[in-house]
């Protein structure tokens, strides 16, 4: 069956079984407030007035700019992860997962699960919330991962084999370097995630919702079989 595009999927809201969650939201600068109001002036000399509102229209727009790329969050390409925990349990807690932040990727405490094994794990991580969890290096081949939450997760050279991703939702996270070979992602809302240099032979993407920008970028992967551009719609 052909990909959904987000736009299409939000007419139909029992396509997604897993928890609700933002596709999109506004940017706030509440600490930068810049007015640019033009007033009525009365000048003497036309062309004097209007050669100093063009500067000033100028200066503003060039101020305005300035304020939106100081407030605007800056990540580097390399982004240095922090220490890995030294919890004894930090890879027993992927079967709680974060109870807050399921979209924003906020949590009261980091889930570190770098570098874990939960190869074939059939139930305790299916429909859990993994919202910012740290997942490069970990395996979760064979693992029953449907109806999950990863909202801004690392997984950074994670491996997926075989995962079965159906209804899950997994929004902006970074696949880099993941074996996804064989993974399900069947009827999953894939939003602003990435998948560069990403194994993705015989990934099965049928009713993946995804928006045209994302879809576009997935599929200059080129280890996509024929079967799953197909279903992605990709041309």
């Not at 190869?119 to 693992?143: P, R, Y």
């Not at 599929?219 to 719609?233: D, F, H, K, P, Y």
């Amino acid at each position: 069956m052909a990909t959904l595009t987000l736009a299409g999927a939000i007419s139909s809201s029992a396509a997604v079984k897993s928890p609700r969650f933002p596709l999109a939201k506004k940017l706030r600068y509440p600490s930068q407030i810049i007015q640019c109001a033009a007033r009525e002036e009365r000048c003497g000399c036309m062309d004097s007035c209007c050669s100093f509102k063009e500067m000033r229209n100028v200066a503003c727009g060039l101020l305005a700019a300035w304020a939106l790329t100081a407030a605007s969050p800056v990540f580097a390409a390399n982004q240095r992860l922090p220490p890995l925990s030294t919890e004894s349990n930090r890879c027993e807690r992927a079967f709680v997962g974060n109870t807050i932040g399921q979209a924003n990727g906020v949590y009261d405490k980091p889930l570190d699960l770098r570098f874990c094994d939960y190869t074939n794990e059939k139930s305790n991580l299916k429909g859990k919330s993994l919202a910012a969890a740290l997942m490069s290096d970990a395996k979760f081949d064979g693992a029953d991962m449907s109806e999950v939450v990863m909202s801004k997760a690392y997984a950074v050279g994670a491996s997926f084999k075989g995962v079965d991703f159906s209804n899950a939702v997994i929004d902006r996270v970074n696949f880099g370097k993941a074996n996804l070979q064989g993974a399900v992602f069947k009827n999953t809302v894939l939003s602003g995630s990435t998948f560069d240099n990403a194994q993705l032979q015989d990934a099965v993407f049928e009713d993946t919702i995804i928006g045209y920008i994302d879809l576009q970028k997935l599929c200059t992967n080129s280890t996509i079989n024929e079967e799953g551009r197909a279903e992605l719609g990709c041309r």
